[in-house]
């Protein structure tokens, strides 16, 4: 029986629920002492978060706040990319989240959980 069966992934998010996580986000940034005096910028656009702020140790607690603020609204946290750190202008810290919906292509997989071969042409 199992080996007749399939199921199909999909991988959406719910918009409102991480525009709810990243509102507080921003909220617990500007209380928290350790970060209320950083001027952090969180926005959210169609496909990605930017995060702008004053140093890698704010970045990386900014990071973690909006982590536990989607898992605590039920949002994987598989849908965030990560991109590379940048410096900012007035030596700041600037990184680009880009939001994963729907799996890529090539980690597509067949039903026994091997890689598809991508076929050229």
């Known amino acids: 029986m199992a080996a007749n069966s399939s199921f199909d992934v999909v991988s959406k998010f719910d918009r409102q629920e991480l525009k709810n996580a990243v509102d507080q986000?921003?909220?617990e940034v500007r209380q928290r002492y350790d970060l209320k005096d950083t001027k952090t910028e969180i926005t959210l656009e169609e496909n990605t978060i930017t995060i702008n702020t004053e140093s890698e140790y704010s970045?990386?607690?900014?990071?973690d706040v909006m982590e536990s603020k989607m898992i605590s609204r039920k949002l994987s946290l598989k849908i965030l990319d990560y991109q590379t750190e940048e410096d900012a202008s007035g030596a700041r810290k600037r990184q680009v989240v880009k939001l994963r919906e729907g799996i890529r292509r090539d980690r597509q997989e067949d039903q026994q959980g091997n890689p598809r071969?991508?076929?050229e042409g």
């Not at 970045?59 to 990071?63: E, F």
């Open 59 to 63: 970045l990386g607690a900014v990071r």
């Open 25 to 27: 986000t921003e909220r």
């Open 117 to 119: 071969q991508l076929q």
